[in-house]
């Protein structure tokens, strides 16, 4: 599991989804509750968060979400109720969402990323906020990582800072590599960062990136379309939650079109995608409970220090690495994380 630390220290449907919606996306997640407690009636008011998230959040990350709660002690329908909403896309989504959830009378919001963070932070007043998001500083969410000084805390995916390691790791896998596209989704505040952060990155090393923007799921088709068009000789997506459920299309589109494929999550290559280097999103999520817990029972998000990752995972897929005609170096297949044959 990814570590953490403190700066002094170094996605759904329509808005409004029904919980029986989520609780098919989790697989059957509450399966593992003790029956005692799903049997028992709570003792007293129940606490009541909300999860926002712009499009669908990865059913792994809900899934670990929920299990870390579980495991400081909460168990939905008998000490917690979860209010789930999504912007499902729609020009004015996130605000309706995080409004909706404000509506509901939510004792604390969950938000998966920088655009459901800004939505929230837009109309949550007073409202504690647990953000899971890239760029908290630099986008205005908090102060800073150590005193965040307002509602919002939580955790860091690092993602533009770990931009250029991850050009420079296609590059090392492919390299014949000039033309690169790059992926990303304009309406998220968090990819503003990544962007500037990949070009920078990419002119360093002599690549030529390609910036395609991509919003949905609606829109890959076409932007693999334009890379192909422009030469591309491989794909990087930058962060954003919109992707998280078209990975398995991403990766198959890439495969198609011979594109070696890259992204921050080890989702992309185990959907058949090429390579990922990042944080543990996953562990993100769990940890992510922690704060809900602490604030919960009393804590200030300003006295919770914004927690960053210490650790980032490389998964490679080799079996998609042959099907492209590529050699990954020995040094590589060694220093991976996780290796998929």
């Not at 033309?179 to 990303?184: E, F, G, I, P, Y």
């Not at 794909?235 to 078209?246: E, M």
């Amino acid at each position: 599991m990814a570590g953490f630390g403190t700066e002094s220290a170094g996605r759904f449907g329509a808005i409004g989804m029904k919980r029986r919606e989520f609780i098919t996306l989790l697989g059957g997640a509450g399966a593992a509750w003790p029956l005692a407690l799903r049997a028992q009636q709570p003792a007293g008011k129940p606490a009541r968060i909300g999860v926002l998230s712009i499009g669908a959040i990865v059913p792994v990350y809900l899934r670990e979400l929920l299990q870390g709660l579980r495991d400081l002690g909460y168990v939905e329908g008998h000490n917690l109720v979860i209010e789930y909403r999504s912007s499902n896309g729609q020009p004015n989504g996130p605000s309706a969402a995080a409004t909706e959830l404000v509506r509901a009378g939510v004792d604390l919001i969950f938000a998966n990323g920088s655009e459901a963070t800004r939505a929230a932070k837009q109309v949550a007043g007073s409202i504690p906020i647990v953000m899971a998001s890239s760029n908290p500083v630099g986008l205005g969410f908090v102060a800073s990582l150590s005193r965040p000084e307002g509602n919002i805390t939580g955790v860091s995916l690092m993602a533009p800072e770990s931009s250029g390691k991850r050009l420079e790791l296609l590059k090392e896998i492919v390299p014949s590599l000039v033309n690169v596209a790059v992926l990303w989704n304009p309406d998220d505040p968090g990819a503003a960062a990544s962007l500037r952060e990949t070009v920078a990155a990419a002119e360093a090393i002599e690549l030529k990136p390609q910036i395609l923007a991509a919003k949905d799921g609606n829109s890959i088709d076409a932007a693999f379309a334009d890379a192909l068009k422009q030469n591309a000789q491989a794909v990087i997506l930058l962060p954003a939650p919109t992707w998280g459920i078209h990975l398995q299309r991403v990766a198959d589109l890439a495969l198609k079109d011979r594109l070696p494929s890259m992204y921050i999550a080890a989702e992309l290559p185990q959907a058949g995608g090429l390579v990922s280097y990042g944080v543990n999103i996953a562990a993100l999520f769990r940890r992510a409970a922690y704060y809900v817990d602490r604030i919960l029972k009393g804590a200030k998000p300003a006295d919770l220090p914004v927690e960053q990752p210490t650790r980032f995972e490389l998964v490679i897929n080799l079996k998609t690495a042959k099907a492209l005609g590529l050699s990954v170096p020995a040094t590589l297949l060694i220093s991976a994380d996780k290796v998929i044959e």
